[in-house]
């Protein structure tokens, strides 16, 4: 009986022994997948996916045709807006979506100093510049009339005389680009002059000093220019842009205007002071420019500068009215050329101002008369150094203002320009 019961229990433990892993087995096997629901949620995401895609090409197919319509000037916008999608589309990482965005060709803009600006207008684009300027001078001459016996004693007389010009141009300018590249400016100025002559002859007697007033003011020469930008710039390459500008002749003629002298002016028999008694406000004379400019940007400074000549085109049987109605004759006229060069650097200081440094030079050559040089002409080298500020009101003006110091003998002394583009 207890071998049997021994046996009975042996049995049963390995019964156990070699069921166990079959029992554990079926609890650790998972249900069988429901691919039928798994596949409809894969359909699913992929109609959403699906539709996503579709806006998205019509998001750039409308920006495509916007492009089309507004000309190759709205490049820039398609390139900021490309890849954006609407709320619909998974979200784009960081940075350029399809092709990378189009380099600025355009120069970087500085506080301006000089006539030319730098910035070209862009295509389609109008700009209105009102400008006022400022300008004084003044000179001192001392002519000595007589002879010396010895370099300490003079026999005759002393004629110093005092010179004060003051000088105020209004002008109104107009830019519009016909290009991205190529813009047209002209310009008509309005000019008040007001001079006055101080002079006393020393070792007379009496020293007593004369005052003689005059002044002009009517409408200036009016300016046609032209500007091409030459090449595509960058952040290491400089920007060129030739420029052509040409000046007419609608101020009032220096030859028209009556001068204090009675028969003759220059030359033996002179009689009156020589002064015009009603200032002119043009050269009298057609002008043609050419200049080249060039700007480099060093972030985060501008360094900018052009060369340029002026032309002045001669004139044949010119005469000078005199008083009494009379007319001096002098004949053929030709001012001398002028050679330009300045170079600047511009810094902004924040998003909306910036201020620049220049220095800007012109050398004038002697006026001919008949094919030679008149009596007591000389070269002339006008040197100003210049500051200037610029400030954006807003979006489309911007308020500019430069102040120049004379540094040569025969430059003004000093020069106001406020200047405020609007653009259109």
């Known amino acids: 009986m207890q071998q ?5 229990l042996r049995s049963a433990g390995l019964s156990a022994l070699l069921l166990s892993p079959v029992a554990h087995a079926r609890q650790q096997d998972p249900a069988p ?9 894969m359909k699913e995401q992929l109609a959403t996916q699906r539709q996503a895609l579709e806006t998205l090409a019509r998001d750039v197919e409308a920006q495509r045709a916007r492009q089309a319509d507004s000309g190759p000037g709205s490049a820039e916008q398609l390139d900021a ?21 189009r380099r600025d060709s355009r120069p970087p803009a500085v506080a301006p100093l000089f006539e030319q600006p730098g910035v070209l207008t862009p295509r389609g684009k109008l700009v209105i510049e009102p400008a ?15 002879y010396t016996v010895i370099p ?3 026999i005759g007389l002393v004629d110093v005389r005092e010179v004060k010009r003051n000088t105020v141009t209004a002008a109104l300018t107009a830019r519009t680009g016909l290009s991205n590249r190529l813009e047209v400016e002209l310009k008509v100025p309005y000019v ?25 003011r009517t409408i200036g020469d009016a300016e046609l220019a032209l500007r091409y930008q030459l090449n595509d710039g960058g952040a290491d390459s400089a920007y060129f842009i030739g420029g052509l500008r040409v000046k007419s002749r609608t101020g009032r003629d220096p030859f028209s205007v009556v001068t204090d002298c009675t028969r003759r002016c220059l030359g033996e028999n002179v009689s009156g002071t020589g002064l015009p008694l009603e200032l002119p406000t043009g050269s009298g004379f057609y002008s043609v420019q050419p200049s080249l400019t060039w700007l480099f940007p060093s972030d985060p400074a501008v360094f900018f500068g052009s060369i340029s000549y002026l032309h002045n085109i001669k004139r044949n049987e010119v005469s000078r009215l005199v008083l009494a109605g009379e007319r001096e004759f002098l004949g053929e006229i030709k001012p001398g050329g002028v050679i330009g060069f300045n170079f600047g650097i511009g810094l902004a200081l924040n998003d909306k101002a910036s201020f620049s440094l220049g220095y800007d030079h012109s050398s004038i050559a002697r006026t001919r008369q008949g094919g030679q040089p008149v009596p007591g002409a000389v070269r002339t080298q006008l040197g100003t150094l210049l500051l200037g500020y610029s400030y954006r009101l807003s979006e489309k003006r911007t308020l500019n203002v430069s102040v120049g110091a004379g540094l040569t003998r025969d430059t003004p002394d000093v020069s106001l320009t406020v200047r405020i583009p609007t653009t259109f």
Do not use: C, H, M, W
Request: glycine content about 12%; overall charge neutral.
């Open 192 to 216: 008040y002059r007001s001079d006055t002559a101080v002079s006393r002859e020393l070792f007379t007697g009496t020293a007593v000093e004369r005052v003689f007033d005059t002044s002009g």
């Open 81 to 101: 807006q490309r890849g954006t999608g609407n709320g619909q589309a998974q979200e784009a990482p960081a940075g350029a979506v399809g092709r990378p965005p």
């Open 132 to 146: 006022l300027q400022f300008g004084y001078s003044s000179s001192n001459r001392v002519a000595l009339v007589g």
């Open 152 to 154: 300490a004693l003079l």
């Open 4 to 8: 049997f019961l021994v046996s009975s």
């Open 33 to 41: 997948p429901d691919l039928p629901t798994e596949l409809k949620i």
